[in-house]
């Protein structure tokens, strides 16, 4: 990863306007699919069974997200993800609240196991509850170090083929190449609800044109943290950091992607 | 429409804050409310079938949405037409994402057929798309531009009775008095997710308060154009765009309504 | 209530981060999920039946809302509500538009009679419609002053035992040691929408550190209003007003702390 591709993937979303579809939480639609715009992708979010498969069809790259899960739901998103794989389209995972019930580690466990995804994205403590390695998730909110999750991230990633990206403070990208360490970002952007749910959003619009979904996931986490930096020396807390945040994106020039 | 009569129905609706009720997406909630507040709306969302009689019975318009639709949403949305018809209150109809999946073109043509509504609101693939002409929908945006649907949108009205308003660079307000073209607006609210969701919002009170629902889609669209230029005019990009288009709705004065 | 005891229960929220579970309505649910980030605490956000007692598990408060309300919803409200009681945890109640129909207005004193809360948060129209006391609820928005609902809201605090609190110009808490008033605020304030649903998502924060529901009621609905003023400051409209009050909910210091 550097400057040069980091800026060549963004060129690229901004070409193409990749549709990338998303069954995620109620709580952040709004802000992901905001996100996805500024980069230059097309978000569409659905999640009727009904349309399920269709909907898959016109898609090039799948986010699922469990933030809020229920039945219904969840079986949408077995149907996405197995429309997905038919397809041939990188699934972008996150596990939000992975261990704070059993139902929703269950959960995320079976989608995992039922389609492997290109890209697992959680903070430390989601990623060690998904292999059970002791994290303790407190909400949504992880109560571990980015760094404490690599060891699981690394056998998360030989169990599942998926890259592993472990977020906060520094994110690790783990794949079969190896681990990329991204430390752009700011500490303010953890007050802001969802912006690890738009990471995993930024995920699936790097991965929706490139070849390579460690690449992508390591590019997308970049430019999230330089968003979220240009954001934060312009912001006075985290609400005008959320707008800010929007804007860069949108405005983001290859002078800007310094890593 | 000129700018007296845009200015009057403004007020009429600062005046009385009709009660909007809508059935909407999880994507737009938010800022559609906000945007009939500062309009000078009451608006109210809610989607259980036990209440929906009631619901519309408190309202004096109502807009169906249906970008993220579901069989017991896709029930109230019935119910609630069938409600506002029977009560004699206008009725909005936002055909998003129309086209990408056989179910949502179905649901969309079931819903038309059984209560037309006063005002149809969609992009010119959405159109198209109701009336199977061809026009493919690309997820919720556009892949055509609005005065390929002008035909389409006139045979829409022909067997609908419906005004058909096709939003776009231009816009196409197309009723029984002929086809108003409106073209106050700028690019950069095609990057803000929603904003299409937000003008069917517009119409809905812009109806609530007029006799003649041709006159009020226009004047909707056209204010909604003027609130969009003031914001751009103030922003750095569709984050800040977001924020300064509520407030300038809130602001609008006589001398803004220019067309 | 004075200005220490205010700060004081900020500064505990600030530092323990409390775990505010909200079963709350599809509008707000960002909004409210940013204003318990910015002032300290973690929000979580989840409605399965089949995680409602763990996650109430990981919770120090508790926040239902029933704006958007359906079936399986509620079922979880219930289920919810039950957990916090066998777990101790406060409960905020917040009857978003008791009184609009008969669905709502039943589902709302079931609630409160299954498992009385802590703390009922609601303008004029909802406290007096959950007593059937002839307010008439106009969707969302109150159609009476919060004065009118004070005799109601004693009578309803005598019934259930819970923290009344009614908002409006002057909010009235009414407990067992008497009615607090507050008139800290901005008129703006209403016109933004699902800030009623924000000020009872503080309510839960202020009592999950707290020993008495009564002060903390009263303290967050001081702070809610500061924080207003301060945003309504530095705001052109409504759009500005919702971005910089989660800044000075953020931001808030001691000095800020008048009442």
Redesign the interface.
């Known amino acids: 990863m550097d400057s040069a591709s980091i800026w060549a993937t963004v060129q690229s979303i901004r070409g193409k306007?990749p549709?990338v579809?998303s069954i995620t939480?109620?709580?952040?639609?709004?802000?992901t699919?905001?996100a996805l715009?500024?980069i230059g992708a097309?978000?569409?979010?659905?999640?009727?069974e009904?349309?399920m498969e269709?909907?898959v069809g016109?898609?090039s790259a799948l986010v699922i997200n469990i933030?809020?899960?229920?039945?219904?739901w969840v079986r949408s998103m077995f149907l996405a993800t197995e429309a997905a794989r038919k397809k041939g389209i990188p699934i972008v995972f996150d596990p939000v609240?992975v261990g704070?019930?059993?139902?929703?580690t269950g959960v995320a466990r079976e989608l995992i196991e039922a389609v492997p995804p290109e890209i697992i994205r959680g903070n430390a403590s989601e990623i060690m509850a998904l292999l059970n390695a002791g994290g303790k998730t407190?909400?949504?909110?992880s109560s571990a170090a980015s760094e404490d999750a690599v060891t699981t991230g690394r056998q998360l990633h030989a169990q599942s083929g998926s890259v592993v990206c472990i977020s906060g403070a520094t994110d690790y990208i783990i794949g079969a190449a190896g681990v990329i360490m991204n430390k752009t970002g700011h500490p303010m952007m953890t007050?802001?609800?969802?912006l690890g749910c738009t990471a995993s959003a930024l995920c699936g619009a790097f991965a929706a044109v490139s070849a390579d979904p460690f690449a992508a996931a390591a590019e997308a986490m970049a430019v999230m943290g330089i968003a979220g930096q240009i954001a934060a020396a312009r912001?006075?807390?985290?609400?005008?950091l959320?707008?800010?945040?929007?804007?860069?994106?949108?405005?983001l020039a290859f002078e800007q992607v310094t890593i």
Chains 1, 2, 3 share one sequence.
């Open positions: 306007a549709v579809h939480n109620y709580v952040v639609m709004n802000n699919a905001n715009l500024a097309s978000p569409v979010m659905a999640h009727a009904e349309e269709e909907m016109i898609a933030g809020t899960l229920s039945e219904g609240g704070a019930t059993s139902y929703r407190r909400g949504v909110d007050r802001v609800t969802g912001s006075q807390g985290p609400g005008t959320q707008v800010h945040f929007i804007d860069a994106l949108y405005n």
